[in-house]
């Protein structure tokens, strides 16, 4: 059973940065299409950004340009890097490997993400 564990969420001002970090159990992190996700107060959760095994990104259109998907699979790790943050960007984000545009693996806890002055 995969386990995974999103952080680096916080509170910041529009226009700031953060930069989330996703650490998966398993080894065989590597061998999956990984995304990012997140999901606002009465809102379905939603895919943002995505990353395939080999390094091809794609993004939601919200969040093109602001935001970068990156892995270390030698860290069983994914990345998002937030640039750029809006208010409609707060959210709690949550990292997955992919099934189509859903999560393949039981969710971790997420991250909280809160953008506001």
């Known amino acids: 059973q995969v386990q995974l564990v999103e952080s680096g969420g916080g509170l910041v001002q529009p226009g700031g940065s953060l930069r989330l970090s996703c650490a998966s159990s398993?080894?065989?992190?590597?061998?999956?299409?990984m995304g990012w996700f997140r999901q606002a107060p009465g809102k379905e959760r939603e895919l943002v950004a995505a990353?395939?095994?080999?390094?091809?990104?794609n993004y939601a259109d919200s969040v093109k340009g602001r935001f970068t998907i990156s892995r270390d699979n030698a860290k069983n790790t994914v990345y998002l890097q937030m640039n750029s943050l809006k208010p409609e960007d707060t959210a709690v984000y949550y990292c997955?490997?992919?099934?189509?545009?859903?999560?393949?693996?039981?969710w971790g806890q997420g991250t909280q993400v809160t953008v506001s002055s």
């Open positions: 398993g080894s065989i992190f590597r061998f999956y299409a």
């Open positions: 997955n490997a992919l099934h189509g545009d859903l999560g393949r693996w039981d």
């Open positions: 990353i395939s095994v080999g390094g091809l990104t």
